[in-house]
Each structure stands twice: as structure tokens, then as C-alpha cells.
């Protein structure tokens, strides 16, 4: 067996001194640049979209953190969701901030910069490689993209879990170093945190594995003439897979849980609503719309509606062939380029949860779930850039130039994104103009942007984006309901009773339509005698 072990890089006083200034430099750059970019948000309201079900509408959040809040926080499955360490978050920040949103949303912001100083410093633990780590960390910080997952009060579950993540592979890379049952125990709190938090956590003990090849270099890799290529902590890959098996086991318990709880929630769509092959087609094309956003981080959404049948299956298809060609040049290079490999398969996996084979709720995508999978591309991005230009003279220069054009306009663009989040109006107008009408679930914005001006007072608005969402949607209750709503402000008593009659012939159970009606027909009623 021909043993072949990883070169040691050397790590002198100088050396060290000099990253250590270099580390402190790049964490100062990635908090300011990124407080540049979210401090606005000190300004913004509550978004009308979860955020009243998770804080401005939610009797046991706004109780604070009580022995009856915090077994409620353990024991519901309110919002189709099990993940008590967001609800005690949230409790703690009301106890904190009561029904301000500037706290709410600034600790997202903490909390997101904390995430990419945990990044940039995991990476470089893994790696040793402190500019491709600060890129990686600058993109996650920066990127348009993640905007949704800071600037949206109800998305603390995202940022929080993300913070456990990176804790979880932090307690790896100790575990890995030094085995022992006390670091594993570690590795294990923080996955049952973060599964607490959000169980998209569910992929992580298979980006551990991952990691386990690159760069930890932990498999036994069989060379091209048989031999047994070999570091100093190598083992095989049927022993790392066993020594998974308890983080496995939370995962299954996390994946049992929340099917439940949103199966009960009615989140979960079935196969009569989205078919098998539907589902496919959407999560092909979403995997590579993902990577377009990335790339070209314009006209993002709040909310991108499902097609519901409306995408051609070529399209799917030739998506497919994409994504299939993509992996098998990873696998073809996973010799001389493994981060392409292990960051490919990050992305892939890690999006598996939320792709939408499981279809839960009308969305085709959204930009939040790409808070954690985009870091397996940008890994690619760092890596693959710095191989590239290796052998090019003027890298030197040209590394620091295109990062003083790439970043200010990453920070402008997520500045601007994070403008649209100022309010519920300005966020679902903003949906309005840059999402097409021509799918059912669409309706959702105009609905909740009419909602939004008619608590504003401008029912006249208000009732011409409901019917606009009634257009696009004709089978919604709680359009037709809020409709009749506002028609009942403005006096149209007998046109409001006509829309809370087709929002109980759509859902017979919308007991707030029932009472509307109640009191529109009992108005109504009084009305007339009085003429």
C-alpha cells in the first residue's frame, strides 16, 4: 500500500502574526460593509406575511419568555412548522424590544453577521486558504440574494439555524482534530439546535461527509493504479458513514416531526394538486434559476408563484441535462479539482429539502432557501478563480481590482433590495412589477398588497388589486373574503355580501367570512328599514 500524506504548511511566528492581522482586517471589512448594507432596516416595519403569525399577531411571542410561553414554543406546530428555539428567539427579543421592529430586525442583522464572521473563519480552519475564505465569506455577507433572510423579521428561523450550522461544522473541525466523545457531543447539541431552529438542517450530516473528503481528506481514495491514497487522519469511507449515524438519527426525528406538523397545518400539497411530474420539472428549472439570481441578482421577489403545470416539459428537461452534465464533470474532476465536486454537491443537496418534492406552500422557489446552498457555489467561485489564474502573471494585480468592482456592486444591489423591505406596500409592489400574473399562486401578492393599502386606508386600491387577484386566482377564499371586506367599508353592502357568499362557496370552514356576512346581512337589513 503506497501511503501519501498532505503537505504541512508552514506556520511560523511571522506567519502567523501576519494572518492574524490579515483575519482581524477581513472580519472589520465584512462588518462594516455589511452593516452599510442592512443598517436601513433600523427604519422598516413588520412585513405583513408571517411576520404577523410569528410576532405582531402572536399572543404567546408577545407573553415573553414564561414558563407557559416556552412549553408552547416546545409543543405547538402553529405555523406548520416544529422550531422552538425560533419561537424562544422571538419571545426573547419582545421581552427585549416589545413591538418595535427595529430590534426584531437588527438582531437578524447580528445575527447574519455573526454567520459570515463564522464562515470566513471555518473555511480558513478547514482550508488554511484566508483569501478564498474572506471571498467566500464577502459573497455570503453581500449577495442580494440573502437579503430576504435579514431584512424579513419572520425569517429569524433562517439566520438561526445558519449560526447553528456553522457551530455544528466549527465542532466538527475540533472533533475531527482531536476525536473524542465530549467534541462529538458538541457536534450533536449544535444539530439539534439548529434542527430547532429550522430543520433544513436535515442535509447537513451529508455536507459533513463531504467535508470528510475535501479538504479534511479523510477517505481512503483509491488511486488510478490501485494504490491507496492516504493521509494521516484517513479512514474508511464505511467508517465515516457509521460515525454519522447519530446525527442521522436527530435528522430522521427532525424529518418525522416536521412532516407531521405540516401535514396537520395543511402545508404539505398533494400529488393531486402538484403532480410528480410537475414537481420535477419546477425543482429542475429552479436549481438553475437559483444560480441565475446569483449570477444576476435582478427582478427578486418576496414571492415567486408556482407554475402549476404552466412550465413546458422541454424546458424541465433540457434543465435536467444541465444540472446532469454539471455533476459529471464534477465527479470527472474530483481528482485535481475537489472543491468543484464537494461545493457542486453542497449546492445540490442542500437545497434537496426546500427544491419542492415536497411541495409545501405555492411558492416555485424563494430566495431565503438559497441562504445556505449558494455557499457551496461561491466555494466553487473562490477556489476555481484562484486555480484559474495561478499561472497568470498580473493575478497579483487583478485579484484586488476585480474585488473593487465586484463588491460595491454587490453592496449597492443588496442595498437596493433591502430598500423594497421597508413595509408590506413597498415589498408586495415591488413583487407586483418584477413577477409575471399568469400563475394562480401569484394572486397571493396582489392579495396581500391590497391588504396592506386597505389597513393603510386606501380602499379604493385596496379593492382593485383584490379583484386583480381574483382574476389571476378565482378559486381563493380569503380574496373573496377580504374584497367583500373593503366593499362593506365603502357602503356596498349588498356587493360585499355577494363576494363573503363565494368566499364560503370556495371554503365552507373560513369562519371570518361567516361572521362578515352575518354582519353585512344584518346591516344590510337595517339599511333598508330605515328607507
Known amino acids: 500500500m503506497k501511503l501519501r500524506s498532505r503537505k504541512k504548511r508552514v506556520n511560523t511566528p511571522q506567519s502567523r502574526e501576519t494572518n492574524g492581522s490579515l483575519k482581524f482586517i477581513i472580519c472589520i471589512f465584512l462588518v462594516i460593509s455589511t452593516l452599510a448594507v442592512y443598517w436601513q432596516v433600523k427604519d422598516h416595519e413588520f412585513i405583513n406575511y408571517d411576520d404577523n403569525r410569528y410576532i405582531t399577531e402572536n399572543g404567546h411571542v408577545q407573553a415573553g419568555l414564561t414558563g407557559e410561553s416556552i412549553v408552547w414554543a416546545f409543543t405547538t406546530s402553529y405555523a406548520s412548522n416544529w422550531h422552538p428555539m425560533t419561537w424562544l428567539s422571538h419571545m426573547l427579543d419582545y421581552e427585549l424590544y416589545g413591538d418595535r421592529p427595529k430590534g426584531h430586525l437588527l438582531t437578524n442583522v447580528l445575527l447574519h453577521i455573526t454567520n459570515a464572521l463564522l464562515l470566513f473563519m471555518v473555511l480558513f480552519r478547514l482550508t488554511g486558504a484566508i483569501w478564498q475564505s474572506a471571498f467566500v465569506a464577502v459573497l455570503f455577507a453581500l449577495h442580494p440574494l440573502n437579503v430576504g433572510s435579514v431584512a424579513w423579521a419572520a425569517e429569524r428561523k433562517n439566520v438561526l439555524s445558519t449560526l447553528f450550522w456553522l457551530l455544528t461544522m466549527g465542532a466538527y473541525i475540533s472533533y475531527v482534530n482531536k476525536p473524542s466523545i465530549k467534541k462529538y457531543g458538541w457536534v450533536a447539541l449544535f444539530l439539534a439546535l439548529g434542527l430547532m431552529s429550522k430543520p433544513m438542517l436535515v442535509t447537513l450530516p451529508f455536507?459533513?461527509?463531504?467535508?470528510?473528503?475535501?479538504?479534511?481528506?479523510?477517505?481512503?481514495?483509491?488511486?488510478?493504479?490501485?494504490?491507496?491514497?492516504?493521509?494521516?487522519?484517513?479512514?474508511?469511507?464505511?467508517?465515516?458513514?457509521?460515525?454519522?449515524?447519530?446525527?442521522?438519527?436527530?435528522?430522521?426525528?427532525?424529518?418525522?416531526?416536521?412532516?407531521?406538523?405540516?401535514?396537520?397545518?395543511?402545508?404539505?400539497?398533494?400529488?393531486?394538486?402538484?403532480?410528480?411530474?410537475?414537481?420535477?420539472?419546477?425543482?429542475?428549472?429552479?436549481?438553475?434559476?437559483?444560480?441565475?439570481?446569483?449570477?444576476?441578482?435582478?427582478?427578486?421577489?418576496?414571492?415567486y408563484p408556482h407554475p402549476e403545470g404552466a412550465l413546458p416539459v422541454w424546458k424541465g428537461v433540457l434543465c435536467g441535462m444541465v444540472l446532469v452534465g454539471i455533476t459529471i464533470l464534477a465527479v470527472k474532476w474530483i481528482r485535481k479539482a475537489p472543491y468543484f465536486a464537494v461545493g457542486w454537491f453542497w449546492y445540490l443537496g442542500t437545497l434537496v429539502p426546500v427544491i419542492g418534492i415536497v411541495q409545501v406552500g405555492a411558492q416555485a422557489m424563494a430566495d431565503r432557501y438559497a441562504y445556505v446552498p449558494l455557499i457551496g457555489i461561491f466555494i466553487i467561485l473562490a477556489w476555481g478563480i484562484s486555480d484559474l489564474l495561478e499561472k497568470w502573471d498580473l493575478r497579483k494585480k487583478a485579484l484586488p481590482i476585480a474585488a473593487g468592482v465586484v463588491i460595491p456592486v454587490l453592496m449597492v444591489a443588496a442595498w437596493v433590495q433591502a430598500g423594497h423591505w421597508k413595509n408590506t406596500i413597498t415589498i408586495f409592489k415591488h413583487a407586483v412589477s418584477v413577477t409575471e400574473n399568469q400563475y394562480p399562486s401569484f394572486s397571493t401578492a396582489h392579495n396581500n398588497l391590497g391588504y396592506a393599502l386597505e389597513l393603510k386606508g386606501d380602499i379604493g386600491a385596496a379593492i382593485t388589486h383584490y379583484k386583480t387577484a381574483i382574476k389571476i386566482n378565482p378559486n381563493y377564499a380569503n380574496t373573496y373574503n377580504n374584497l367583500g371586506a373593503a366593499l362593506a367599508q365603502q357602503g356596498s353592502l349588498k356587493e360585499a355580501i355577494n363576494y363573503f357568499q363565494e368566499a364560503l362557496r370556495f371554503n365552507p370552514d373560513l369562519i371570518l367570512a361567516r361572521k362578515n356576512l352575518e354582519r353585512a346581512i344584518r346591516e344590510y337589513g337595517q339599511a333598508g328599514e330605515s328607507k
Request: hydrophobic letters at 45%; aromatic letters at 10%.
Open 207 to 303: 455536507v459533513l461527509l463531504l467535508l470528510d473528503y475535501w479538504p479534511l481528506r479523510r477517505w481512503n481514495i483509491k488511486n488510478t493504479n490501485g494504490s491507496i491514497e492516504q493521509t494521516t487522519n484517513s479512514v474508511p469511507l464505511s467508517r465515516l458513514i457509521l460515525e454519522k449515524i447519530p446525527l442521522l438519527l436527530l435528522v430522521i426525528g427532525s424529518i418525522t416531526t416536521t412532516l407531521i406538523v405540516q401535514k396537520m397545518g395543511g402545508a404539505v400539497k398533494s400529488f393531486d394538486v402538484f403532480p410528480l411530474k410537475e414537481r420535477f420539472i419546477n425543482a429542475s428549472v429552479s436549481y438553475l434559476s437559483y444560480l441565475q439570481k446569483m449570477v444576476w441578482p435582478i427582478n427578486l421577489s418576496v414571492f
